[in-house]
C-alpha cells in the first residue's frame, strides 16, 4: 500500500516562504517522478511542479515558475516543494502525487495521492 504524507503547510504572508514535505512509503520511492498539485476553493485541482526519479528534470507552472522549487532525496523517501514569494493566489490545499503514466501536467497521470496541506497567504 503506497502512502504520502505531506507537511509544512500552514498561514504566511505575502511575499513570505514555506517548504513542504511529502513522505513517501509502500514502494521503490526512486523509481517514481513525483509531482505536486494544488486546489483552491471552487477550481479545479491543478499542476504545480513535478521532478523525475533522479531529479535530473524538473517542471513547473507558468504561475510559480522563478518562485517554487521541486526536489527530492531518495535516501529519505521525501519530495520538497520550496515556495518563496507567495502571493495570496497560491493559497490552496497542496497535493503530492507519484506518477504513473501520460502526460506529467494531468491529474489522471499520477496514481497514488497524499491527503493534502493547507497553504494559506495572507495579503
Known amino acids: 500500500q503506497v502512502q504520502l504524507v505531506e507537511s509544512g503547510g500552514g498561514l504566511v504572508q505575502a511575499g513570505g516562504s514555506l517548504r513542504l514535505s511529502c513522505a513517501a512509503s509502500?514502494?521503490?520511492?526512486?523509481?517514481?517522478?513525483m509531482g505536486w498539485f494544488r486546489q483552491a476553493p471552487g477550481k479545479e485541482r491543478e499542476f504545480v511542479a513535478s521532478i523525475s526519479w533522479n531529479g535530473g528534470t524538473t517542471r513547473y507552472s507558468d504561475s510559480v515558475k522563478g518562485r517554487f522549487t521541486i526536489s527530492r532525496d531518495n535516501a529519505k523517501n521525501t519530495v520538497y516543494l520550496q515556495m518563496n514569494s507567495l502571493k495570496p493566489e497560491d493559497t490552496a490545499v497542496y497535493y503530492c502525487?507519484?506518477?504513473?503514466?501520460?502526460?506529467?501536467?494531468?491529474?489522471?497521470?499520477?496514481?497514488?495521492w497524499g491527503q493534502g496541506t493547507q497553504v494559506t497567504v495572507s495579503s
Open positions: 502525487a507519484s506518477y504513473d503514466s501520460g502526460s506529467y501536467y494531468y491529474t489522471a497521470s499520477y496514481d497514488y
Open positions: 509502500g514502494r521503490t520511492f526512486s523509481s517514481y517522478a
